[in-house]
């Protein structure tokens, strides 16, 4: 842990005034230009499958599909039936049976999706095959009970599933599996453009928010946060990007996004990407993320065990970006903010004190009981911010914000706080469509007196126990006009992943681009 000079710490915190800071400095140790990722199946879309590829049919049932343009024998096709039937294989939604022997084919995979498989479901299957063939290296044949179009969600689950970040190993390292996988099907073309149109989008989208929640973070902080979004950017067409550095965050005194990072020599950003398509409305949606890209818990020192994994605590960040990505890179006719408040939180003779009171722009104060309850702080200012900027018709803030969530929900569901009943709605209809699922959560109007302070507006914590989760969210909506549809996604229990799932392998999950991406959609 890196301790600054004597003459930084007699400076005084950023509270009612803003204060001179640190310049930022690079990352160290690590030259992330020569490390990327092993590589990922290319994924392409034919009339016939190519010949010594391993088979993967998508079953809807225990009846072995047609297969039009798959190399398979009338004797092969009995030797699987008997196969089926000896397995007791029904086709239910993630069942598998894997057979080898049979023909050229090096393996059969047969994956259910269930008797009527809607889009979700086909991308389940397809995540599962991705996941089941990892370790394989020769080239993957789809084919089964889907149709033209539908031959794309497959693909997407496919992409999903078959993420990997392994790009700072240098021994021991996994060979990735480099033959391209195939989806057989009466209409490729079409199945093509709805994968290229659509569902690529939307995996470029999450595979760029678990790459910047996956990074260590001397790689990832502020400063680089941003750089790497506009290269993700680059030459997209309808976004604007634009920055806030702590200069001008001080001129326009926003004191509770600079107060959390001072303590670092690492400088705090406000990141704003812009997203309008053809046609969309003038008012846009704001998609408003924590973005803390280390968090040690500042002057409230976390516990030592586990605080590595604190590198991903700007995932809600991150996936506000990665939900504008797609839409961008997808032409989509909507109109959104994703922004990133993004700090780092370190211990240091600069850095806040519990008991500091802090200033938003608008001139609220904040008693900051708990320097380790920052996310709250850094929405503050950005949601102030955003809306009296971009005047959207609605704020979502999406934050992996407390522990409380996570005794609540597990890693099951993300926690919904919101105010507006028909954006409530609209969040738990995108999460179950996207399978990014929701849980309501109370707003109850006793908690909002608990956060009052003595001595200045609010106070980020209360003392002692108490509904944290809610808590939290009441101290964000403190900070968003009432007038205003607002929604908070508590993220802290999905974020990362302890054991693979078809769509989402082990690490850092991307949780909330597909759910952002399916609300934008739906025009709520």
Not at 145 to 154: I, L, N, R
Not at 180 to 190: D, K, R
Not at 454 to 475: K, L
Not at 494 to 519: C, E
Request: neutral net charge.
């Amino acid at each position: 842990m890196r301790m600054k000079s004597l003459l930084l710490s007699a400076c005084l915190s950023l509270a009612l005034a803003p204060a001179a800071m640190a310049q930022p400095i690079t990352g160290s140790g690590v030259a992330p230009a020569t490390a990327t990722n092993s590589a990922e199946r290319a994924i392409g879309f034919a009339a016939s499958a190519p010949a010594g590829a391993a088979l993967v049919v998508v079953m809807s049932d225990a009846t072995l599909p047609p297969l039009d343009g798959v190399a398979l024998s009338a004797a092969e096709r009995q030797a699987v039936a008997a196969a089926i039937a000896a397995a007791g294989f029904d086709g239910k939604a993630g069942s598998t049976l894997s057979l080898r022997g049979i023909g050229a084919h090096p393996r059969i995979l047969l994956i259910g999706a269930g008797s009527t498989p809607a889009s979700l479901a086909l991308a389940e299957a397809g995540g599962k095959a991705a996941q089941e063939l990892k370790s394989e290296a020769h080239p993957v044949t789809i084919a089964g009970a889907f149709g033209d179009t539908s031959a794309a969600d497959v693909a997407y689950g496919f992409a999903l599933g078959q993420y990997r970040f392994d790009r700072y190993k240098t021994v021991d390292k996994k060979t990735p599996p480099t033959g391209a996988v195939t989806l057989v099907g009466a209409n490729p073309s079409a199945a093509e453009a709805a994968f290229n149109n659509r569902w690529k989008p939307l995996a470029d989208g999450v595979r760029l928010s678990r790459d910047l929640a996956n990074e260590p973070a001397n790689v990832i902080y502020p400063e680089s946060f941003v750089a790497r979004v506009r290269d993700a950017f680059a030459g997209a067409a309808g976004v604007s990007i634009e920055v806030l550095d702590e200069a001008a965050m001080r001129k326009l005194g926003m004191g509770t996004l600079v107060g959390v990072g001072q303590g670092s020599p690492r400088g705090s950003r406000l990141l704003a990407v812009r997203y309008r398509g053809a046609g969309a409305p003038a008012a846009p949606m704001a998609f408003i993320g924590k973005g803390i890209t280390f968090d040690s818990g500042g002057i409230s020192l976390k516990p030592g065990t586990g605080m590595w994994d604190m590198k991903g605590d700007m995932s809600g960040a991150a996936s506000a970006i990665g939900a504008a990505l797609s839409l961008a890179r997808s032409k989509a006719p909507v109109h959104v903010v994703a922004v990133a408040a993004l700090a780092e939180n370190m211990p240091d003779g600069n850095a806040q004190r519990p008991g500091d009171v802090t200033r938003t722009m608008s001139g609220k104060t904040i008693e900051m009981l708990n320097a380790d309850a920052e996310g709250r702080l850094v929405l503050a200012d950005a949601n102030e911010y955003i809306a009296q900027t971009y005047k959207p018709r609605a704020i979502v803030n999406i934050a992996t914000l407390t522990g409380a969530i996570v005794s609540a929900l597990d890693d099951q569901y993300a926690g919904l706080f919101a105010r507006d009943e028909k954006l409530a709605s609209a969040l738990i209809a995108a999460g179950t469509a996207s399978g990014e699922e929701v849980w309501r959560m109370p707003l109850h109007k006793n908690y909002a007196e608990k956060i009052k302070s003595d001595i200045a507006d609010i106070r980020n914590i209360t003392p002692g126990q108490g509904p944290g989760a809610s808590i939290g969210a009441h101290v964000i909506g403190y900070f968003v006009d009432e007038a205003t549809p607002w929604a908070h996604l508590d993220i802290a229990g999905v974020n990362q992943a302890d054991k693979a799932s078809p769509l989402v392998p082990k690490g850092m999950s991307g949780f909330g681009v597909r759910l952002l991406d399916q609300l934008a959609r739906s025009g709520e």
